[in-house]
């Protein structure tokens, strides 16, 4: 127990961390059982203990596996284990020994073409080779070979859900964006510059909630690309990147929106009540975008965002001198953000806005 937290509290904690991590632990289980099984028993090596440690280092227990990660992983742990046979068959073991085997194999990773993770995992399994014992006959770099294969294999018998994974991960944006709209309505309409400033800052910390979304689906799509389990879920997934790429452009309007209106609060005396409620409608737009992609109806998005076009452009359209003008254009900028991330095209999401600020 921390901090006087009840035991079963904490015990709860415990075990929601388990299921988070179920999945994986279940994919790390088999694949090292599996990796020994094959190398020691059906390849017959006799000291296989490599298949599984590969096994292990190529899937991890992380957030996300993707299945490039695990490629370069495996490659990276061979390519060490390879060179590192070779020159300690050759030149033996010993100190300067080991600093010219991980040497030769971090160069032989990048000669390779290889990355960061590469490179660093060829280095590790050279060290492991220059300071165990075994025999130097290649059949640690075969077990390397099975145990990284193994690891892929698990990954797309028993992946994650790669569409929740990345619905989850959006989910946090959608809440954060909207959340920073409804803020930024109560901050105009109480003319609250504090408040107005704190929403501002939400809209700053939905930025880096989209770059873990953006990479959920990195990993999603190369999951459903791997696993036949969810290759039906491939269309859904393009669908979802195009739709956080226009997200992004929405927080970063957002952020625009929150700084025009941190000047109008100080400069305005009256604002018009229509304007707040334009953006409490572009936030209700968000949540519906939402619920749109999940669900794969759109009509209730594209109807709520163009609404808050209108909204705003009524305001303009009877105090064209209105100190929040700037407000006014980030919701319509915003809005047709919210057209594009539903599938419009740039044209025609432009042609709604245009339409809703002419009926306006």
Same mark, same amino acid.
């Given at each position: 127990?921390?901090?006087?937290?009840?035991?079963?509290?904490?015990?709860?904690?415990?075990?929601?961390?388990?299921?988070?991590?179920? &999945?994986?632990?279940? @994919? $790390? !289980?088999?694949? +090292?059982? #599996?990796?020994?099984? *094959?190398?020691?028993?059906?390849? %017959?090596? =006799?000291?296989?203990?490599?298949?599984?440690?590969?096994?292990?280092?190529?899937?991890?227990?992380?957030?996300?596996?993707?299945?490039?990660?695990?490629?370069?992983?495996?490659?990276?742990?061979?390519?060490?284990?390879?060179?590192?046979?070779?020159?300690?068959?050759?030149?033996?073991?010993?100190?300067?020994?080991?600093?010219?085997?991980?040497?030769?194999?971090?160069?032989?990773?990048?000669?390779?073409?290889?990355?960061? &993770?590469?490179?660093? @995992? $060829? !280095?590790?399994? +050279?060290? #492991?080779?220059?300071? *165990?014992?075994?025999?130097?006959? %290649?059949? =640690?770099?075969?077990?390397?070979?099975?145990?990284?294969?193994?690891?892929?294999?698990?990954?797309?018998?028993?992946?994650?859900?790669?569409?929740?994974?990345?619905?989850?991960?959006?989910?946090?944006?959608?809440?954060?964006?909207?959340?920073?709209?409804?803020?930024?309505?109560?901050?105009?309409?109480?003319?609250?510059?504090?408040?107005?400033?704190?929403?501002?800052?939400?809209?700053?910390?939905?930025?880096?909630?989209?770059?873990?979304?953006? @990479? $959920?689906?990195?990993?999603?799509?190369?999951?459903?690309? *791997?696993?036949?389990?969810?290759? %039906?879920? =491939?269309?859904?997934?393009?669908?979802?990147?195009?739709?956080?790429?226009?997200?992004?452009?929405?927080?970063?309007?957002?952020?625009?929106?929150?700084?025009?209106?941190?000047?109008?609060?100080?400069?305005?005396?009256?604002?018009?009540?229509?304007?707040?409620?334009?953006?409490?409608?572009?936030?209700?737009?968000?949540?519906?975008?939402?619920?749109?992609?999940?669900?794969?109806?759109?009509?209730?998005?594209?109807?709520?965002?163009?609404?808050?076009?209108?909204?705003?452009?009524?305001?303009?359209?009877?105090?064209?001198?209105?100190?929040?003008?700037?407000?006014?254009?980030?919701?319509?900028?915003?809005?047709?953000?919210?057209?594009?991330?539903?599938?419009?095209?740039?044209?025609?999401?432009?042609?709604?806005?245009?339409?809703?600020?002419?009926?306006?």
């Amino acid at each position: 127990m921390r901090h006087g937290q009840p035991l079963s509290h904490v015990a709860e904690a415990r075990w929601d961390a388990l299921r988070t991590l179920a &999945l994986p632990i279940a @994919q $790390a !289980a088999v694949a +090292a059982g #599996l990796a020994w099984y *094959l190398a020691h028993d059906v390849v %017959g090596h =006799r000291n296989a203990f490599f298949a599984p440690i590969a096994a292990l280092i190529a899937l991890g227990i992380a957030t996300t596996n993707r299945p490039r990660r695990v490629v370069e992983l495996t490659l990276g742990v061979a390519v060490g284990i390879g060179v590192g046979d070779v020159l300690v068959w050759g030149i033996g073991s010993g100190a300067w020994q080991l600093g010219l085997v991980v040497f030769l194999a971090m160069a032989a990773a990048v000669l390779i073409g290889g990355g960061p &993770l590469f490179v660093s @995992q $060829a !280095a590790s399994s +050279a060290v #492991l080779v220059a300071t *165990l014992v075994g025999g130097h006959n %290649g059949s =640690r770099f075969v077990d390397a070979l099975i145990g990284g294969a193994v690891g892929l294999g698990v990954l797309a018998a028993i992946p994650g859900n790669p569409l929740r994974q990345a619905q989850r991960a959006g989910r946090v944006v959608f809440t954060e964006l909207a959340g920073a709209l409804e803020d930024a309505a109560a901050a105009l309409e109480a003319r609250d510059v504090a408040a107005m400033r704190e929403a501002l800052a939400r809209a700053r910390s939905a930025e880096p909630a989209v770059g873990r979304w953006r @990479q $959920a689906l990195l990993a999603g799509r190369e999951t459903a690309l *791997l696993s036949p389990l969810h290759w %039906g879920d =491939r269309s859904r997934l393009l669908a979802y990147t195009a739709a956080a790429e226009q997200l992004e452009l929405a927080v970063r309007n957002t952020r625009v929106l929150a700084r025009a209106g941190i000047r109008a609060v100080e400069l305005d005396p009256q604002i018009p009540s229509e304007l707040p409620a334009a953006v409490r409608r572009l936030a209700e737009a968000v949540r519906l975008v939402e619920a749109g992609l999940e669900q794969r109806n759109t009509s209730a998005a594209i109807e709520a965002a163009t609404a808050a076009a209108t909204l705003a452009t009524s305001v303009l359209a009877s105090d064209p001198d209105l100190t929040a003008a700037h407000v006014v254009g980030q919701v319509r900028s915003t809005a047709a953000d919210l057209l594009r991330a539903l599938g419009l095209e740039h044209a025609e999401a432009v042609d709604r806005i245009r339409r809703a600020a002419t009926s306006g």
